[in-house]
């Protein structure tokens, strides 16, 4: 009637559905559904609806204020009227219908809905719920200092769990909150500038196309007049990152060279180590292997005084990579070796996924090629454990090459066909069409 759908059934009002509303009569038509229920059980179906499509009713109840013979009569009420569903377990359930959450959170006066949305992050936090889920009702209830810190706390969880899309989303998100929040270094645990430099690392997992963003903010950044010199070398070696990868090889050393030139030596700390790592990769990636070498391993002793993981890691792979592009194989593996130990013990399993990518490319120029494409199956085996898509297609792109190599058609075959293409054409895909391509030539 309002033109919100065509003949067709197609959305077509400029207004996001979510954002509609209930029509009034199916708004009045659920309200006399809830009307005969008793105060009870609306009470802690409003908490419910705040809660999300699912809930703990022990939770809802609860916050209600309602002690257990209570809350088993909401739930028989609002089971028997269809309101609500089982869930998998004893104090879980779901809504029955979209509608009836949506109208009875709808309802709900601003203040009230504020207050309940903090309620349930109290509730969320004590039972040890995932931070992300603890964050949305706390942004809900318009507290962005406890907000902040479980960003940070979200931003941990989706490291770990090697969802980068979620870690920087909840690290962008933090950034937001800052200016909102008093002391938000003491509630963050870190730095304005260590935070950007944080984000921006993660965001160079995101290809050449996402570099013009981190770029901008770590240049934002580096205006500001209150930074130290190690906090400025840090920026211009995550700045240096961008710039690799995007292809601008003599701007990415020579911002490593500055960060280098920059970094307080007086003693060892972590901001040294990462920045005579960084400048050690570029050498490598240069084809530099004795500097490269030499520099790697002085930043692992810096790194490993300071307690600098991530830098002792990264030196680490550029010294394995270092003395396999001298031919020093058996010197090359047990360095990869050390790194996939560090990594796993670490918890820094980028690095280890890394060590795979790169000890292949290593084996292979050094004519192992048998025994590059086991270590890639052992590779792949490892990111189907962690679940790490893309990482999984790169190492299917490099034993498809090595398959080919070998003269071993089918297993190339198999390994370009086993990863789902992804929406968008990337560099790695075409990568992937090209081989196909190639594999289909070889075979007539």
Do not use: C
Request: no cysteine.
């Amino acid at each position: 009637d309002e033109g919100a759908i065509d003949g067709d059934g197609r959305w077509v009002s400029a207004t996001p559905i979510a954002d509609y509303g209930i029509p009034e009569g199916v708004r009045e038509v659920v309200g006399r559904r809830l009307d005969h229920l008793g105060a009870d059980v609306i009470s802690a179906l409003e908490v419910a609806a705040a809660i999300g499509p699912s809930f703990s009713i022990d939770v809802a109840g609860d916050i209600a204020g309602l002690d257990e013979r209570a809350i088993d009569r909401v739930v028989g009420s609002a089971m028997n009227a269809k309101l609500i569903d089982e869930g998998d377990s004893a104090d879980e359930f779901a809504f029955a219908h979209a509608l009836v959450r949506q109208t009875l959170y709808e309802d709900l006066p601003p203040r009230r809905r504020i207050r309940i949305h903090g309620a349930v992050g109290e509730a969320l936090g004590r039972r040890g719920a995932p931070a992300a889920t603890v964050l949305s009702h706390w942004l809900k209830a318009e507290r962005p200092g406890i907000a902040l810190a479980y960003a940070m706390a979200a931003a941990d969880e989706a490291e770990k769990a090697f969802a980068a899309s979620d870690m920087t989303a909840n690290l962008e998100l933090a950034l937001e909150l800052w200016d909102d929040v008093d002391d938000p270094v003491s509630v963050a645990g870190t730095p304005h500038a260590d935070l950007v430099i944080r984000l921006t690392w993660a965001q160079s997992d995101f290809g050449p196309a996402e570099h013009e963003k981190p770029i901008a903010r770590i240049s934002t950044e580096l205006e500001r007049a209150d930074l130290g010199d190690r906090t400025r070398a840090l920026l211009l070696v995550t700045l240096s990152r961008h710039f690799k990868q995007q292809g601008q090889t003599a701007r990415a050393r020579a911002t490593a060279d500055e960060a280098l030139r920059l970094v307080p030596k007086e003693e060892p700390n972590e901001a040294y180590a990462e920045a005579l790592a960084a400048v050690a990769r570029l050498r490598m990636l240069n084809a530099e292997s004795s500097v490269a070498i030499s520099m790697a391993e002085e930043a692992i002793e810096i790194a490993v005084a300071s307690s600098s993981e991530r830098a002792e890691l990264q030196a680490l792979n550029t010294l394995a990579t270092a003395t396999g592009q001298l031919g020093r194989v058996e010197e090359s593996k047990h360095h990869f070796e050390v790194l996939a130990a560090r990594a796993d013990s670490s918890g820094f399993l980028r690095s280890q996924l890394v060590g795979f990518v790169n000890q292949g490319s290593i084996l292979s120029f050094n004519g192992y090629a048998a025994e590059a494409l086991q270590l890639m199956e052992q590779g792949i085996a490892r990111t189907r454990e962690l679940g790490v898509d893309r990482w999984e297609a790169m190492l299917h792109g490099n034993a498809a090459g090595l398959s080919f190599e070998l003269g071993r058609w089918d297993e190339t075959h198999d390994h370009l066909i086993a990863v789902a293409p992804p929406a968008a054409m990337d560099a790695s895909q075409m990568n992937f069409s090209l081989a196909a391509l190639t594999l289909a030539g070889e075979r007539g």
